[in-house]
């Protein structure tokens, strides 16, 4: 498994690099998994509809191949990508199917957050990661969308740290009307935790450690 941090990157070269190696890629390349930031950025899924942009803004729109709606990237977002091969598994583990992928995301976000003393629970229909702010509405605080082509994954989960979240006032997020978003920074914030390190490069690492703990 190779580990890369991009660092803040432009969505549009990443998604290509992305493409590229998995076209390329055999069953004896290793899995890679890419940790970044984006540029602000709005993304449109396969299944996206213009309807769910709501106003227009200086932010890109870049069409996508990947599962899902629209949904927005930016600073302070931290960024997973799986480049797996799905069923050529490295020494000789088990292979995955793109339903216990998703559950591997999710889980390992969960497991992040509880870390933190974030009380995170997943929707059965709606996918992604959701937080009950202080009235016990549900908002969405890591939002995933994936595809595979040659048994390989890539795109991956998007998890809010320390993001400005009003660009999401401008979309439907994921398609869902009324969805509202929370990142770490204001949970914490509610939980009057003011002092925990929420550095990305940190969290990039907590995060591998229960994702690649629940993959073996």
């Known amino acids: 498994m190779i580990i890369k941090n991009l660092g803040l990157v432009d ?13 390329k890629r ?20 396969l299944a996206g509809k213009a309807e769910h942009i709501l106003h227009k803004s200086d932010i890109p729109i870049i069409p996508t191949d ?46 992040l957050l509880k870390e933190y003393n974030i009380d995170a629970y997943t929707q059965a229909l709606a996918p992604g990661i959701y937080v009950d702010n202080s009235l016990g509405i549900g908002q969405k605080i890591a939002s995933l969308g994936l595809r595979v082509r040659k048994n390989c994954s890539y795109h991956g989960i998007a998890i809010n740290i320390n993001c400005d979240l009003s660009p999401f006032d401008l979309i439907n997020p994921c398609g869902y009307v009324g969805l509202k978003m929370i990142n770490l920074a204001t949970c914490l914030a509610l939980n009057k ?9 940190l969290l990039g690492k907590q995060y591998l450690k229960y994702f690649l703990g629940n993959l073996s």
């Open 66 to 111: 990947r599962g899902g709606q629209v949904t927005y990237h930016g600073p302070g977002q931290l960024i997973i990508y799986p480049l797996l091969n799905l069923k050529a598994r490295p020494d000789h583990l088990n292979p995955i199917g793109i339903r216990a992928l998703v559950s591997l995301l999710e889980q390992a976000t969960l497991d």
């Open 193 to 201: 935790n003011l002092t925990q390190n929420i550095s990305l490069d």
């Open 26 to 45: 055999d069953q004896n390349t290793p899995d890679e998994i890419w940790i970044c930031e984006h540029k602000s950025v709005f993304t449109q899924g």
């Open 11 to 23: 969505y549009q070269a990443t998604f290509c690099a992305m493409k590229d190696f998995t076209d």
